[in-house]
């Protein structure tokens, strides 16, 4: 029989992996951070909730490691170069943007009868921030204009000041506040941070320069690092996360953001420490206190008035003294109001210190969670529209020779694919051969008898390749899935360009089904999905949809000439749609790029226009092309994932979903590994551009 609250710490430890594991997968369905998950199911089971399991040891152990991982992390993601770069703007508003929260935030508390310590720790609480939705600016391409760049440098003091509060203030409380008290806080941290900023440095760079570069043992050096700064902190009597902070910090430019040392440190963080913590934050929250206590309502407004109000002027102030537009100014301010790292931990060590009291958590875990929703809403909104107000650049190609890939699976789609690609296939790339591929579960129970099936199918490619005269390379690939095979092959044989083929089934709830979801998801190459029900020189009309802000993503040129490239083979007439952009400024964009087929502009009002004003005049011979976004990005509309399923069943009898290349990483620094959503806009907020 089961006692609750439950003891046993392999049914505990199954449980937490059950909520890390479903956790975020319901969370991303939601379109809601990938914080609240963890926070949320520490609530519902945790010693306030059903009580199935109680915030013991192993949760505060785990927990404890999480916070030390999630301070560390936040260290190492702080951009220095940013801050260096733009030094007045980020020190000015860090400072703004901490100390108007911190002295909204301190007064509210006092007005509530909070002691001077507990109140300027509420405040320093308020007055940090968590750069959670820097993942969004970037994939948007607004990652480097002056006022995000403002934002991004100046966490680095909300973070440093948070927890230069919280070791001073839990100092204060745990000593008597003399002169002597002073004193040595004051010598002692000097000291200590002299020592990790200095000694830590100087030691890795001769740990890196030496070693072997062992994955392991790289990690367990970083670990020790960590775990050590966290001791000394406490020895000399401040808070472990201070010394996990400056951990960070001291080892910034050692670990690189993308490198495959961040990347296991990450990974272990998110897959296990961190979610630890969050678990064991919720499990805090005492729900009955809101009803109980009307206090905590309070206390619950005043934090959320504090930061809302105080990040709003700072960012106001910020932008009039740099004459940054509204636009911008929306987007620092959303950047700048979630709260989840240094909030956490400011709170969590308040508490069980006795600076904050039950009511508080329950206002701090509220106003987490509500900010954590607004503020990547606010960064995707006015992020859109800062993207579109910035004037279009030419981006800079750095591409190896065109090298396309087909992967196949039905012999009779082989013939229209390679003939697709040899069209599309630029003239300074001729030398490159073509790369039909074939990939083969290693799952199977005979591998070599689905290996030769393979082989045999890909003959058809090779038949159709000599008779056009075109090089070929056969790669078939074995590999847990298909999408994993077609990955492997696109790295090893450097591959730009996937064309691929859609039976226009849907075979999960997604777009195009699981292996062209994944596929397109992972990776930031020029991918065509294509249904080609008619022969390819038959075509005499090409249409173009493009969506409303494609002309700012990165490969928007290069993919107008392709689709060019391929009219003018086709010996056929190019129409084009542009979804509420303007006709003088796609049509400049159309005369820049060569080859100059006979080309026609139309503006379309909308989405909802497109299909009942203008899908009555296609053809069945009309070779469709839909200027397609990732999601997330610029262009991006809820549209562009039903639109292939409706061409399927009209007239047109081909048509091709074209994914323009992307940028080659987006930059997640600033989120501390926390998930955000690709897209949190409604319906209707996408339907206003």
Not at 104 to 130: E, F, N
Not at 190 to 214: E, K, Q
Not at 532 to 556: E, Y
Not at 653 to 659: A, G, L, V
Request: with cysteine; glycine share 6%; proline share 5%.
């Amino acid at each position: 029989m089961i006692q609750f609250p439950i003891e046993e710490p392999v049914i505990i430890f199954a449980i937490a992996m059950l909520i890390f594991f479903l956790s975020p997968l319901l969370m991303n369905k939601l379109r809601i951070p990938g914080i609240v998950g963890p926070i949320l199911a520490g609530v519902i089971i945790g010693p306030n909730g059903l009580n199935l399991l109680e915030r013991d040891q192993t949760i505060v152990l785990l927990g404890t490691v999480g916070l030390l991982f999630i301070i560390f992390i936040a260290g190492l993601e702080l951009d220095l170069d940013g801050f260096k770069k733009y030094r007045n703007r980020s020190i000015l508003f860090g400072s703004l943007s901490f100390n108007i929260p911190l002295i909204l935030g301190t007064a509210v508390s006092l007005m509530l009868g909070y002691s001077l310590l507990a109140s300027i720790l509420i405040g320093s609480i308020v007055g940090s921030h968590t750069l959670l939705a820097y993942p969004i600016a970037s994939r948007l391409g607004v990652s480097r204009n002056k006022a995000v760049t403002t934002a991004v440098g100046g966490t680095l003091l909300t973070d440093t000041f948070a927890l230069l509060v919280l070791a001073v203030i839990t100092g204060a409380a745990q000593g008597q506040l003399s002169y002597q008290f002073w004193i040595e806080m004051i010598i002692s941290l000097t000291v200590f941070v002299f020592i990790v900023l200095w000694g830590t440095p100087i030691i890795s760079r001769w740990y890196f320069r030496n070693s072997l570069n062992d994955g392991v043992a790289n990690f367990t050096f970083v670990m020790v690092i960590l775990f050590i700064s966290a001791c000394f902190a406490v020895l000399i009597n401040m808070q472990p996360i201070i010394g996990a902070f400056l951990a960070g910090l001291a080892l910034n430019r050692f670990v690189l953001d993308h490198g495959t040392l961040m990347n296991r440190i990450r990974f272990i963080g998110n897959a296990l420490f961190i979610p630890f913590f969050l678990l064991s934050v919720g499990m805090l929250m005492d729900l009955s206190v809101l009803f109980s206590n009307p206090k905590a309502w309070l206390v619950t407004i005043g934090v959320l008035l504090s930061v809302f109000i105080g990040k709003w002027l700072a960012s106001f102030l910020i932008s009039k003294i740099y004459n940054y537009s509204q636009t911008e100014r929306e987007v620092v301010f959303g950047l700048t109001i979630p709260q989840a790292a240094a909030t956490l931990a400011s709170t969590l060590v308040g508490f069980e210190v006795g600076l904050l009291d039950q009511a508080t958590v329950n206002g701090v875990i509220i106003m987490i969670l509500i900010t954590c929703f607004i503020g990547p809403y606010l960064v995707e909104k006015h992020g859109r529209n800062l993207a579109l107000k910035e004037d279009t650049k030419e981006f800079e190609v750095k591409q190896g020779p065109e090298r396309i890939l087909i992967p196949l699976s039905n012999p009779k789609t082989a013939q229209s694919l390679m003939s697709l690609s040899f069209m599309i296939k630029q003239p300074n790339g001729e030398d490159q051969p073509l790369y039909p591929l074939t990939v083969v579960s290693k799952n199977v129970k005979s591998v070599e008898a689905e290996v030769a099936k393979a082989e045999k199918m890909l003959e058809h490619a090779l038949t159709h390749a000599s008779s056009a005269e075109i090089p070929v390379r056969l790669v078939t690939k074995v590999d847990n899935n298909v999408t994993d095979g077609i990955i492997r092959a696109i790295a090893e044989e450097r591959i730009n360009t996937i064309v691929m083929g859609w039976n226009a089934e849907r075979s999960s709830n997604k777009l195009f089904g699981s292996v062209l979801d994944r596929l397109i998801e992972q990776t930031n190459h020029t991918i065509l999905v294509t249904k080609l029900d008619h022969p390819l020189n038959m075509t005499s009309r090409v249409v173009l949809i493009i969506p409303f802000g494609a002309d700012h993503k990165p490969g928007f040129k290069e993919a107008l000439r392709r689709i060019k490239m391929l009219t003018t083979k086709l010996s056929a007439t190019l129409l084009v749609y542009v979804i509420k952009g303007s006709e003088s400024i796609y049509e400049r964009h159309l005369k820049e790029v060569k080859p100059n087929p006979p080309t026609i502009v139309q503006r379309v009002e909308g989405w909802t226009a497109l299909q009942e004003n203008y899908s009555g005049d296609l053809k069945e011979d009309d070779l469709v092309i839909i200027l397609s976004a990732r999601r997330g990005t610029v262009a991006w509309h809820p549209k562009l994932e039903e639109l292939p399923k409706q061409l399927a069943v009209i007239k047109p009898e081909s048509f091709i979903i074209f994914y323009p290349r992307e940028e080659l990483d987006i930059d997640v620094r600033g989120a501390k590994g926390i998930e955000v959503p690709k897209e949190v806009l409604r319906r209707k907020d996408y339907d206003g551009n």
